[in-house]
């Protein structure tokens, strides 16, 4: 079975820092990009940034760009999305997903998710 | 980077069907994929490509695309079809790589 386990639920002061994960099974997990997505409460999916396991090929959405850091170690399938000092206003559900497609550079979407990491970071 | 707008919220008789539309200048030029996300649950891949589904997909789901706009189409709605739904596309600037729709609440009245 194609599955993506997350790491479980955080609770953080602000300041501290935060590495969650995402490892894959069941397929061949340096071939696919992984993809994170924030969903703030009550509101709706934000796309992050992705990854390609296969070389650490990354590329962020501009507004997340600088604020997080997105790894992966493709010894242990695991994908990895860090904080180095998290703010209140990242208080929220992140989940981590497979982008597939016909070729590297063309997805058709995400069609595996992980279950979702809650992160709160509060004083 | 460019933008993908949803009705925010549209309402459907159980039986009936129901066209959320998604547009943006990025969908002229590639498709969006359409997520189904009910309260406490991951998004769920429903529709991608041109018109396509995922294995266990109900076949009353369907997609489309014209111009800027792409729309998911659900025929004969269910209650359990009462959800979230996201669009997500390529960006055509490139940056971000991708991008969702601000998201349609489904109802089924």
């Known amino acids: 079975e194609v599955q993506l386990v997350q790491s479980g639920t955080e609770v953080k002061k602000p300041g501290e820092s935060l590495k969650i994960s995402c490892k894959g099974s069941g397929y061949s997990f340096t071939n696919y990009w992984i993809g994170w997505v924030r969903q703030m409460p009550g509101k709706g999916l934000e796309w992050m940034g992705i990854i390609y396991p296969g070389d650490s090929e990354t590329r962020y959405s501009p507004s997340f760009q600088g604020q997080v850091t997105i790894s992966a170690d493709k010894s242990i399938s695991t994908a990895y999305l860090q904080w180095s000092s998290l703010k209140a206003s990242d208080t929220a559900m992140y989940y981590c997903?497979?982008?597939?497609?016909?070729?590297?550079?063309?997805?058709?979407?995400?069609?595996?998710w992980g279950q979702g990491t809650t992160v709160t970071v509060s004083s | 980077s460019s933008e993908l707008t949803q009705d925010p919220a549209v309402s459907v008789a159980l039986g009936q069907t129901v066209r959320i539309t998604c547009q943006g200048d990025?969908?002229?030029?590639?498709?969006a994929s359409w997520y189904q996300q009910k309260p406490g649950q991951a998004p769920v891949l429903v529709i991608y490509g041109k018109n396509n589904r995922p294995s266990g997909i109900p076949d009353r789901f369907s997609g489309s695309s014209s111009g800027n706009t792409a729309s998911l189409t659900i025929t004969g709605a269910q209650a359990e079809d009462e959800a979230d739904y996201y669009c997500?596309?390529?960006?055509?600037?490139?940056?971000?790589?991708?991008?969702f729709g601000t998201g349609t609440k489904v109802t089924v009245l």
């Open positions: 997903a497979r982008h597939f497609g016909p070729s590297r550079y063309y997805s058709f979407g995400m069609d595996v």
């Open positions: 990025s969908l002229r030029s590639y498709y």
């Open positions: 997500n596309s390529r960006d055509s600037s490139g940056n971000p790589p991708y991008v």
